[in-house]
């Protein structure tokens, strides 16, 4: 087997004038379970339609095991889950099993399948009938038939519910466990932190954070510091100690630090300041400070 399951190179598209994904560069080696973390637009979606061959690239090129993503799909290799809306099929989830099945190769036994999306006892149930977390579950199946080695799914758990959320990240632990690679987009640092090996943090279409989740989990458990500019100069801001970005907000600055202690106290010893506030990052924080230290100046 190959050691790359995804390779991404210099992937670029733009909607106008908007950069959805911009020069992203992005290998997932086989059998690792990447999460893709990032705000609403970071360019997820985009990043992983691409990937999968369903929507062109401006520039840059994808490829699965080192394939093109469309021939990867169709030998059975690559399973995927993507945002849609309800089934309007009155075949039940066990048919829509079987039809996904029969596309494949080697597919999953049925049984198995049923069990490992949490739909064993819901097999006879119209897809017209199915709750939203259930419809979501049997898109996971879906998924899943192919017995595929790289899955990917973009924001598998909107719309389960606790139990449907644990169970659903049990059976991607089990199909992980097995040597295959999952690749899956959040907006919940808790799910990329409990599930992943890796952590990579998009926003507006690049790469801003990639490692271990602990790594990302210590940038968005930081602080920021934030005060008025007031005239003051903006040089040397980023190499206060513990801090990570900097931010501008109109005439505040905002830095984003591991050790607020330290960068309060450099900070005092450069002058004065202005309305200092110090606050707990939280993750969207922590995803804007990211987002403008590629800008900072
Ligand atoms: N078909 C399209 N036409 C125009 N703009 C688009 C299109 N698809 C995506 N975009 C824009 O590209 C950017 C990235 O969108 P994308 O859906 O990839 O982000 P995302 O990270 O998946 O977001 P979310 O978490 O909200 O699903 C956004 O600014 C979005 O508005």
Not at 47 to 64: F, H, V
Not at 189 to 210: F, H, I, K, S, T
Not at 243 to 268: H, I, K, M, N, P
Request: proline share 4%; hydrophobic share 45%; glycine share 10%.
């Amino acid at each position: 087997m190959e050691n790359t399951a995804v390779r991404l190179i210099g992937l670029t598209r733009r909607f106008g004038t908007v950069r959805a994904v911009d020069n992203l560069d992005l290998t997932i080696a086989a059998g690792s379970t990447v999460a893709l973390l990032g705000p609403n637009g970071a360019g997820k979606t985009t990043t992983i339609s691409i990937m999968l061959g369903l929507s062109p690239a401006d520039a840059g090129a994808a490829t699965l095991f080192d394939r093109a993503p469309a021939e990867a799909v169709r030998a059975g290799r690559v399973g995927a889950m993507l945002q849609g809306t309800g089934f309007v099929s009155s075949a039940t989830v066990r048919e829509l099993v079987e039809l996904a099945r029969a596309l494949y190769p080697r597919p999953l036994a049925t049984d198995r399948i049923l069990a490992l999306a949490g739909l064993t006892d819901r097999a006879g149930r119209r897809l017209d009938r199915l709750s939203a977390g259930e419809a979501q579950r049997a898109r996971f199946a879906f998924a899943l038939a192919g017995g595929p080695e790289l899955l990917v799914l973009d924001e598998p758990t909107t719309a389960m519910d606790v139990a449907a959320r644990q169970a659903f990240w049990g059976a991607i632990r089990e199909y992980a466990g097995a040597g295959n690679t999952v690749l899956f987009s959040t907006h919940h640092l808790d799910e990329a932190d409990g599930y992943a090996d890796r952590v990579v943090v998009l926003a507006a279409g690049r790469v801003v954070a990639d490692g271990p989740p602990a790594q990302v989990r210590m940038l968005a458990g930081g602080r920021t510091v934030a005060f008025d500019l007031a005239g003051r100069p903006t040089d040397g801001l980023r190499s206060l100690p513990g801090v990570q970005s900097v931010e501008f907000r109109g005439d505040r600055v905002v830095l984003l630090t591991d050790d607020a202690d330290a960068t309060v106290t450099a900070l005092a010893a450069t002058g004065g300041f202005r309305n200092l506030e110090v606050n707990a990052a939280n993750l969207e924080a922590a995803f804007l400070a990211l987002t403008a230290s590629g800008t900072e100046h």
